[in-house]
C-alpha cells in the first residue's frame, strides 16, 4: 500500500469566536506569533514534512490568507531597491509554487470533519495528513515529521496526542487505549468531547492526523456529532469499528493551543524568548511584571 503523504488539508474555515472581535475581520491563522503568522508555523512543518501538495478549506471573510500566499513584488522591489536583503530573503521564503496550493470553500461551519470532506476531490485515492494551524508544536524535530516516519511502520490512521488533565478531556477527542509500544498507541476507540469523568484516558488528540481515503468516505456516512458538528473524531473511530488500524501518536514537542487567549499568549511568550535578538530584553521586561505583581500582592 501507498504510504507517501504529499497532501495536507488545512481546515481554516471556522468561526474564530474565542477571538472576536479581531476575528470579525482579521483570520485566527493570520494572528502572529512575534512576527510570523500561526498559518506560517503550519506551512513551514508541513514542508518539513514533505508535503508538495496545500488544500485550504476556506470560508467567508478569510480573504487575508488567500493573499498572504501570493508574492508581493511591489514589496520585494522596494526591499531589493533599499538593500534590506535580509528582509527580502524572509519575504521571499513565505511564497508557495503556483500549482502547489488550492482554496475550497466550506459553505457552512458544519464542523472540522465537515470541512476535511470538503476537499476530498483534491485527495482522491492517497493517504493526506490534516493541520489545525491554532495547534502550534515547537520542537526540535516538527511534530508532522515524526508522524510520517511512524507512519511508514504502521499504516493505518494516525492521530497526534498528549497527556491533558481529566479536568480537561471534556475539551478534546480522547483515545480509548489498546496498547502502547513508545510513542505509538495502538486505539480501541475515540470520544469526541466526552462528559467530564466519562473518558476513557487522558490522552488527548491534537490537531495534526494522518489519514485514509476509507475516512473521507466514512464522513459522508457518519451522523452529526458533538455539538451538533460533523467531527472528524467520529469518522476515524467508525476505521476502529470497522476493524481497520487507528494509532495515537505522542509526539516529543511543546503544544500551545493558539485557538485560546491563554494558549495563544503563552506561545507569543515562548516564541519571543526562543528569538536572539528578543530575548533579552523581552526577558527583563517579564521579570519587572513579574516583580510588580508580587509587590502588589
Ligand atoms: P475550533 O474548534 O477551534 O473552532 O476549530 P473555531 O471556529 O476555529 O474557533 P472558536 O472555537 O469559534 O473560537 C478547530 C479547527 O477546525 C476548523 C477551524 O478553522 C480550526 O482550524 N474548522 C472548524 C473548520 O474549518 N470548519 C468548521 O466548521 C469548524
Redesign the pocket.
Same mark, same amino acid.
Not at 222 to 234: K, Y
Given at each position: 500500500m501507498n504510504r507517501k503523504v504529499s497532501k495536507a488539508i488545512?481546515?481554516?474555515?471556522? *468561526? !474564530?469566536?474565542?477571538?472576536l472581535p479581531a476575528?470579525k475581520s482579521v483570520p485566527?491563522?493570520i494572528m502572529t506569533l512575534v512576527d510570523r503568522p500561526l498559518i506560517q508555523y503550519a506551512i513551514d512543518e508541513a514542508r518539513a514534512a514533505g508535503i508538495e501538495d496545500f488544500i485550504f478549506?476556506t470560508?467567508r471573510g478569510k480573504s487575508a490568507l488567500e493573499d498572504y500566499f501570493d508574492c508581493a513584488p511591489d514589496l520585494e522591489a522596494a526591499l531589493e531597491a533599499s538593500g534590506k536583503t535580509e528582509l527580502l530573503k524572509i519575504l521571499r521564503s513565505t511564497n508557495m509554487e503556483s500549482g502547489t496550493i488550492a482554496y475550497l470553500r466550506?459553505h457552512?461551519? *458544519? !464542523?472540522?470533519g465537515?470541512?476535511v470532506s470538503c476537499a476530498r476531490k483534491l485527495i482522491g485515492d492517497e493517504p493526506f495528513a490534516v493541520i489545525?494551524?491554532?495547534d502550534v508544536i515547537a520542537g526540535e524535530t516538527p511534530c508532522l515529521q515524526q508522524m510520517v516516519e511512524a507512519y511508514q511502520e504502521t499504516g493505518g490512521a494516525m492521530v497526534a496526542t498528549m497527556e491533558v488533565s481529566p479536568a480537561q478531556t471534556s475539551s478534546y477527542g480522547v483515545l480509548d487505549i489498546k496498547s502502547q509500544d513508545g510513542p505509538i498507541v495502538s486505539v480501541k476507540g475515540m470520544v469526541e468531547k466526552p462528559a467530564p469523568g466519562t473518558a476513557p484516558s487522558n490522552l488527548a488528540v491534537i490537531?495534526r492526523y494522518i489519514l485514509t481515503p476509507q475516512v473521507l468516505a466514512n464522513l459522508d456516512t457518519i451522523e452529526r456529532g458533538a455539538g451538533g458538528?460533523i467531527q472528524l473524531t467520529d469518522a476515524i473511530a467508525e476505521e476502529i469499528r470497522t476493524g481497520r488500524d487507528v494509532f495515537g501518536y505522542r509526539f516529543t514537542g511543546q503544544r500551545y493551543d493558539c485557538?485560546s487567549k491563554a494558549g495563544f499568549l503563552q506561545a507569543t511568550v515562548a516564541f519571543a524568548l526562543a528569538r536572539d535578538e528578543l530575548r533579552e530584553e523581552f526577558a527583563d521586561f517579564l521579570a519587572e511584571m513579574h516583580a510588580v505583581r508580587q509587590a502588589a500582592q
Amino acid at each position: 500500500m501507498n504510504r507517501k503523504v504529499s497532501k495536507a488539508i488545512f481546515p481554516v474555515a471556522g *468561526l !474564530g469566536t474565542r477571538f472576536l472581535p479581531a476575528t470579525k475581520s482579521v483570520p485566527k491563522e493570520i494572528m502572529t506569533l512575534v512576527d510570523r503568522p500561526l498559518i506560517q508555523y503550519a506551512i513551514d512543518e508541513a514542508r518539513a514534512a514533505g508535503i508538495e501538495d496545500f488544500i485550504f478549506v476556506t470560508s467567508r471573510g478569510k480573504s487575508a490568507l488567500e493573499d498572504y500566499f501570493d508574492c508581493a513584488p511591489d514589496l520585494e522591489a522596494a526591499l531589493e531597491a533599499s538593500g534590506k536583503t535580509e528582509l527580502l530573503k524572509i519575504l521571499r521564503s513565505t511564497n508557495m509554487e503556483s500549482g502547489t496550493i488550492a482554496y475550497l470553500r466550506q459553505h457552512k461551519a *458544519l !464542523g472540522l470533519g465537515h470541512a476535511v470532506s470538503c476537499a476530498r476531490k483534491l485527495i482522491g485515492d492517497e493517504p493526506f495528513a490534516v493541520i489545525l494551524p491554532d495547534d502550534v508544536i515547537a520542537g526540535e524535530t516538527p511534530c508532522l515529521q515524526q508522524m510520517v516516519e511512524a507512519y511508514q511502520e504502521t499504516g493505518g490512521a494516525m492521530v497526534a496526542t498528549m497527556e491533558v488533565s481529566p479536568a480537561q478531556t471534556s475539551s478534546y477527542g480522547v483515545l480509548d487505549i489498546k496498547s502502547q509500544d513508545g510513542p505509538i498507541v495502538s486505539v480501541k476507540g475515540m470520544v469526541e468531547k466526552p462528559a467530564p469523568g466519562t473518558a476513557p484516558s487522558n490522552l488527548a488528540v491534537i490537531g495534526r492526523y494522518i489519514l485514509t481515503p476509507q475516512v473521507l468516505a466514512n464522513l459522508d456516512t457518519i451522523e452529526r456529532g458533538a455539538g451538533g458538528e460533523i467531527q472528524l473524531t467520529d469518522a476515524i473511530a467508525e476505521e476502529i469499528r470497522t476493524g481497520r488500524d487507528v494509532f495515537g501518536y505522542r509526539f516529543t514537542g511543546q503544544r500551545y493551543d493558539c485557538g485560546s487567549k491563554a494558549g495563544f499568549l503563552q506561545a507569543t511568550v515562548a516564541f519571543a524568548l526562543a528569538r536572539d535578538e528578543l530575548r533579552e530584553e523581552f526577558a527583563d521586561f517579564l521579570a519587572e511584571m513579574h516583580a510588580v505583581r508580587q509587590a502588589a500582592q
